[in-house]
């Protein structure tokens, strides 16, 4: 997101002001929909929530990647918005089932390494996106971005389908909630 701010000012020409009010929607959509959610995630499995959050995500990349071939500002907020409901989507039921994880004891310490892994996610997502970018301009810049935000777009399918066959299901996630163990000779009760 931070190089999509860099192209619509240095590219496509908008204002600070203007890129700042085409990422609000996103940053709504992130703000309203994490806690609804939470919500939601007690009737909706975690994998559920977080694979179908990272799917929307990819294909906001994948909206996002036709830069270059004159997406207009519309679709850019349309992209932008579309990527805060997945975000929204992961975040928060990522962050239940790590917690739920531990003992009471370790749930701050759950929450830091859900927190700290996102954060280093992110800084290493910037770092390759600025190596891949480099100091291009123009068009050169218009299409390394867009490869790059296919890329994005493959490690956040590659995320949804972690999600669907890494998180517990609903029926699991229940059982370890009630404190019931797991079924002799399976890992998570046969689920």
Known sequence: FFFISLYLQSVAGYSVLAV????L???AVIAVGSPLAGIAGNRIA???LAGTGMALLSAAMLLLSRLGDGLEIRSIVLG??????GVAMTATPVTAVAVAELPSSRHGLAGSLVSTSRT?????GVAVMGALLGTATGDEMTSR???GLKVNAGV???GALAAVWLLPTARQSAR???????ARGTIDGGD
């Open 156 to 158: 956040a399918a590659a």
């Open 46 to 48: 975690a994998r559920t």
């Open 120 to 124: 280093i996610g992110l800084a290493v």
């Open 176 to 182: 370890r909630l009630a404190g019931l163990k797991p």
């Open 25 to 27: 929607p996103m940053t």
């Open 20 to 23: 700042g009010a085409a990422f």
């Open 80 to 85: 932008l918005a579309l990527a805060g409901v």
């Open 145 to 147: 971005l867009s490869l």
